[in-house]
């Protein structure tokens, strides 16, 4: 696959967590049983990027690493050098100091090195911004409108029903989840386990963003245009995330959730949402492709 060929530090460590697997498998039989379903959200005192709930966030992750990796090394070697030197030119040990002023090698090689190690840096960032553009077979499409203040979501090829996304009271959740307040939706966005997903985006007034951090996608909802991008959810679980782009006074209140789950229960949902949402106003769900012309109802409506 053509994201673990570019990361292959990546595929490295999937190798060693897959030997890990393995062994804990061996140990421990009773875990061969299906995956429990994980929490994609933000943790109190958490650090680092959230939890990869599939592809691309995994990609997002290699990247942040090599990053890190760099940065760290940079900031030894520069902490480093400027010890020696306060201690070996210490007025003490140096108390004439030198003249010197330039020193033509070292000027090159501090002019070099570190366009190399942007060098390093650009080339698999550019390769992730193309590789979360857009997904060449896609096995799901889903519209996303953003909208003050809720999102409206529609399945063009499952029946095309269209449905709104509001967040949920913080009464309505059960005990154990009241972490979830404003990421809790009473409608989230339901997609099969392994499936790639590709987005729509449209904005109905002002620009929102969709973003859910640990599927790794983010995209703006912009008036009048129409955007594409992807994501692949690889574990059973629930993601979430927030309009991060401040949209109004509720833009605290545009949760994001997506539900991943077995093919037959993406199916039966599917059933059961063609007539729960049948008589849902589907007033101007935006076009299911990317191509699609400029929207002049949401033009209209956005000028209101
Ligand atoms: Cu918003």
Not at 38 to 47: D, E, K, Q, S, V
Not at 108 to 130: D, E, G, K, M
Not at 272 to 299: H, K, N, S
């Amino acid at each position: 696959m053509r994201a673990s060929k570019i990361w292959r530090h990546g595929a490295a460590a999937a190798c060693g967590a897959a030997g890990f697997a393995a062994a804990m498998l061996l140990a421990f039989p009773g875990l061969a049983q299906e995956a429990a379903p994980m929490t994609g959200a933000p943790t109190a005192w958490g650090l680092g990027l959230q939890q990869s709930g599939g592809v691309v966030k995994d990609v997002i992750h290699d990247f942040n690493e090599l990053v890190l990796y760099i940065i760290i090394a940079i900031v030894v070697f520069v902490a480093g050098l400027m010890g020696y030197i306060i201690w070996r030119y210490r007025e003490a040990k140096n108390a004439t100091a030198s003249r010197t002023s330039h020193n033509t090698i070292l000027e090159v090689a501090w002019t070099v090195v570190p366009v190399l190690i942007l060098l390093v840096i650009a080339i698999p960032s550019f390769r992730l911004i193309y590789y979360q553009d857009r997904v060449p077979s896609a096995d799901l499409t889903i519209n996303v409108q953003g909208r003050q203040w809720f999102w409206r979501y529609a399945y063009p090829e499952n029946g095309n029903f269209t449905f709104d996304s509001y967040p949920l009271q913080e009464d309505e959740l059960p005990a154990d989840q009241r972490h979830l307040y404003r990421l809790a939706v009473d409608n989230p966005l339901v997609v099969p386990i392994g499936a790639n997903v590709r987005v729509i985006t449209t904005g109905a007034d002002v620009i929102h963003s969709f973003f859910v951090p640990s599927l790794g996608v983010q995209k703006y909802t912009i008036p009048g245009r129409t955007l594409e991008t992807w994501f692949r959810a690889d574990r059973p679980g629930t993601f979430y995330g927030q309009c991060n782009q401040i949209c109004g006074t509720n833009h605290a209140f545009m949760p994001i959730a997506v539900r991943a789950v077995p093919r037959a229960e993406f199916d039966a949902w599917v059933a059961d949402a063609r007539t729960r949402f049948a008589q849902a106003p589907a007033v101007d769900a935006p076009a299911a492709v990317a191509e699609a012309a400029i929207d002049t109802t949401l033009m209209a409506e956005a000028r209101r």
